[in-house]
């Protein structure tokens, strides 16, 4: 990333190239985990979905942009589908994912770690226990915000909903 000299790694799922460190670009209303220097480099930013209404295109590094939802869907459909690859994509690493009967296999390489979010108090929880990531796909339900994927470390699904634009998310950018 020119814009803060970061380097992210990546991979190649679906015919398309994902990054596979969570975003870690200040913007406005981004913030990482309860403003801990040491998480952030870990986890990365958190970002506040109403941000993604004003300032998407700002957000990934040129050359790449947030993932849609059907994006999202043909990552898990190249892992057996939303109910079970989370564990094809959870970090293996038994340092971050809280104990569970859920694999952590990684198998996809996307290392996804569980970052947690914020939410509109703004409080700070599920770090060790969740991820969720926000899509560039417009909620028909909610409006002004976007749908969110989320993993879980006591399962291997993989659920969508509507975002809640008041809370902050992580955000894995691919390749345009």
Known sequence: DTRDYKIYWTTTIAGKEWMVQNLDYIVDNASFYYDN???NKVYGQLYL????????KDICPAG?????????????NAFGGSRVAASALKES???YWRNSKAICSNSSG???LPAGSRDSKPSYSNLGKYAFYWTSTISKKKPNSYIQ??????????NSSDGDPTW????????E
């Open 37 to 39: 220097l040491i998480a």
């Open 49 to 56: 979905g109403s941000v993604l209404a004003t300032k998407q």
């Open 64 to 76: 790449w942009r947030i993932p849609t939802e059907q994006e999202w869907d043909a990552m898990l």
């Open 93 to 95: 690493s038994e340092r």
């Open 110 to 112: 996307m290392s996804i």
């Open 149 to 158: 994927f989320d993993l879980g470390f006591m399962r291997d699904a993989v």
């Open 168 to 175: 902050s998310y992580s955000i894995r950018c691919i390749k």
